[in-house]
């Protein structure tokens, strides 16, 4: 018997769903059942052998099976004992409610590594990650890999898997103050005698420096055990000597018949998702190779063909066309550049309004800050360069604001930053000028030309005279001012790569006229 969430009247386990469903009027016991409880397991007890035969029964399935709910800032409490795990866990009512109005991508996420599809080398029987685990020897790591890959998964299941609390944030909501503050319960833990507490930062890369210093700190005092899960590049994204704390795990990008599977097993443990005749394995397929690699996005799109195979009339064909639009608007790889190429065009072209939209189009799913503020360093040179030399470190000073600030207190400057781009006057000279250089030094025998004599440092002219190879012409030449020579190799003489004109083009050669 459990409690119900809403009533608070007892009602058996196996019939709060269909409770819940009547309104909290039917399968009501008649008697209050007496309640238990259960004792709690301390690991530190047990030796090392021990303690990892425990550690490797949990990640084959054996473990604690409640629910994990993606809350950010959540704290989730040790896992229950060996005799609670033995027997079926099913979670209260309240998580089994909250379950059943989760997107499918939460509904189905794995609960140990043995029901994750692909990552072999990761988290397989001989992955390295999973032996580090039984050995309980788990570094400080970041998780590297595509949207979708199952880096948040794989964190989720370490704690609960180690019996370590677990901390999870995102650095999306997170403060700098609320950083502080979790460091230190965490850190609080392992003075009071616990295991070393696990804090999952989500989208790490977003950490400005100063918040990369709180972790640094605890870090290096073995205070805390930090799982990071990231997109980007943590060489570039990161300190070098946060992420040198740390062991970057690279998780790979699922495969279209790993999508294809999990798909799958959805449809076939998810008894509420109706199935029909339309969702066979030809159409899931297809929605794996859609998704490329997105385990979110295939499950997002199956949940929403089975809501759509239940209108009147639906065809494959119809539900691929529904499917696309879906697919394309949600898919952020294409966007992510295009958008970016949108702004920096906007920009070019002097549209204030335009550049603004798409700038906020971009910060508002969550795009790096940091990101868009290395591409406008980039433009000020390519686009504006020599009509306002002052905007690049006006750049770079906005973009170490917002390292330093991060975005919630930056955008602002961001934005100004952006409207002054649009304003100011432009000029591509110095860009189209290296352009021709580079040109240059790619034709035949361009690259390795003498450098005229006139020019070199005395080094050069006394190691020429102990080899007697000062030609008369070089000597007399020596004697000439340098002023009033050319400093280009002879093979090069009167060529100009720095043109006049502030444009080459009256139009834009990147954008279409009509």
Excluded at 223 to 245: C, D, M, Q, R, W
Excluded at 371 to 397: C, K, P, W
Aim: include cysteine; charged fraction near 25%; glycine fraction near 4%.
């Amino acid at each position: 018997m459990i409690r119900c969430p809403i009533c608070q009247k007892h009602v058996p386990l196996s019939k709060v769903n269909e409770h819940l469903d009547s309104g909290c009027q039917a399968f009501i016991a008649t008697t209050h059942p007496q309640t238990t409880t259960s004792s709690t397991l301390i690991e530190n007890d047990c030796n090392p052998q021990e303690k990892r035969k425990n550690i490797s029964e949990r990640i084959t399935g054996q473990q604690d099976r409640s629910l994990v709910l993606p809350e950010a800032q959540r704290e989730r409490s040790q896992p229950e004992s060996n005799t609670a795990r033995k027997k079926p866990h099913t979670g209260s009512a309240t998580e089994q409610l909250h379950l059943r109005n989760a997107p499918l991508a939460e509904q189905v996420r794995p609960r140990c590594f043995d029901e994750i599809v692909g990552q072999k080398s990761l988290i397989g029987p001989n992955g390295t990650l999973r032996r580090l685990i039984e050995q309980d020897e788990l570094p400080n790591l970041i998780l590297w890999g595509p949207p979708g890959s199952g880096k948040t998964t794989i964190a989720r299941i370490v704690g609960p898997m180690m019996r370590r609390k677990v901390y999870e944030i995102s650095s999306l909501t997170t403060t700098t103050t609320e950083y502080r503050d979790i460091v230190t319960k965490a850190t609080q833990d392992v003075h009071d005698g616990r295991n070393k507490s696990i804090i999952f930062c989500d989208e790490i890369h977003r950490l400005t420096r100063p918040q990369q210093d709180i972790f640094l700190d605890a870090m290096r005092r073995n205070k805390i055990t930090l799982i990071g899960a990231t997109t980007e590049n943590p060489s570039l994204n990161l300190h070098h000597t946060f992420v040198y704390k740390c062991r970057v795990f690279t998780v790979a990008k699922p495969t279209t018949n790993d999508l294809a599977a999990i798909l799958r097993r959805s449809l076939q443990s998810q008894t509420h998702l109706k199935s029909s005749p339309l969702l066979d394995d030809e159409f899931l397929q297809y929605i794996a190779e859609f998704a490329d690699g997105d385990g979110r996005t295939a499950l997002n799109v199956l949940e929403i063909a089975t809501d759509l195979c239940r209108r009147p009339n639906m065809t494959k064909e119809k539900l691929k066309h529904s499917l696309t639009k879906s697919l394309l608007y949600d898919r952020s790889g294409d966007q992510h550049y295009d958008t970016i190429s949108a702004l920096h065009k906007s920009i070019r072209g002097s549209d204030p309004d335009a550049a603004l939209y798409y700038l906020v189009r971009m910060l508002q799913p969550g795009e790096n800050p940091l990101f868009i503020a290395r591409r406008l360093i980039v433009a000020t040179s390519e686009d504006i360069g020599l009509a306002n030399n002052v905007l690049q470190t006006y750049a770079t000073s906005v973009y170490l604001m917002i390292e330093k600030l991060g975005i919630n207190e930056a955008q602002s400057a961001l934005a100004q930053l952006v409207i002054t781009m649009c304003l100011s006057k432009k000029s591509t000279r110095s860009y189209r000028g290296l352009n021709n250089a580079l040109a240059a030094v790619k034709e035949p025998g361009m690259g390795d030309l003498p450098i005229p004599f006139h020019i070199l440092d005395r080094r050069h002219e006394l190691l020429r005279e102990a080899d007697r190879v000062v030609t008369t012409d070089s000597q007399q030449s020596q004697k000439r001012l340098p002023s009033t020579q050319g400093f280009l190799p002879h093979a090069l003489e009167g060529r100009k790569f720095l043109e006049d004109t502030d444009f080459l083009f009256k139009r834009d050669p990147d954008l279409s006229y009509g």
